[in-house]
């Protein structure tokens, strides 16, 4: 049964996520731009007290698409781990994830870059940052355990091997919006990852369980 309690706190989220939607595609149709809580309210055709009744600051509107991104694409990368692939299936799967993310996302992109943080809290930058360095110490972690297995061998550092990987990702996200985003990050994925794949030898086709 349907209370008017439920009803209200319903759309209470909706509008929420309605906001948070008008930002991202602001972000995406305005490249380059600071998004001003006047043009964000009349995209969402609310008022600007509007605004501030659901978020008591831009700076949390930024906060709730960083952590929309660290649940789906962290949520996701769980999974694969969850799994047990074979180490090159897990480290390209995760690649794919952040790839195909933004992709999918090309506003949210300029915030987990910073590009659309400019003169906002250092909180978020430091936030965004931190972003890519789970990703990065996943793809470590990943890459080392193999190692150790003998699953793998590379010629150098493993973790300069993760730094190269995870700084790839990122040159591909800074790309896509560079490109006002018409060259997408997976855009011929298959391809590229073969390049990294090349650069290493497997010793053994999936991970094993100890």
């Known amino acids: 049964m349907t209370t008017a309690k439920t009803k209200k706190k319903a759309t209470k989220i909706n509008r929420k996520e309605q906001i948070l939607q008008a930002l ?12 001003t809580t006047a043009n964000l309210a009349k995209a969402v055709g609310v008022s600007e007290a509007a605004l501030y009744r659901h978020f008591p600051s831009k700076a949390k509107m930024f906060e709730a698409l960083i952590e929309f991104s660290e649940e789906t694409v962290f949520g996701l990368i769980a999974q694969v781990i969850k799994k047990q692939d ?38 978020l930058l430091k936030r965004t940052d931190q972003f890519f360095q789970r ?11 193999a190692e150790l297995k003998g699953q793998l061998s590379y010629q150098g550092n493993i973790s300069q091997f993760a730094e190269v990987l995870s700084s790839f990702i990122e040159g591909q996200l ?37």
């Open 24 to 35: 991202a595609l602001e972000l995406e149709q305005r490249p380059g731009e600071r998004i």
């Open 86 to 123: 074979g180490v090159f299936a897990q480290v390209e799967k995760i690649m794919a994830i952040v790839l195909t993310f933004s992709s999918k996302n090309p506003g949210i992109t300029r915030v987990l870059l910073g590009d659309a943080l400019i003169g906002e809290h250092e909180r």
């Open 135 to 145: 990703i990065e110490t996943q793809l470590r972690q990943i890459l080392r355990e």
């Open 174 to 210: 800074s790309k896509y919006v560079r490109s006002r985003f018409v060259k997408r990050p997976d855009e011929n994925w298959v391809r590229k990852w073969l390049f990294f794949v090349n650069s290493v030898s497997v010793n053994s086709v999936s991970v094993k369980n100890d």
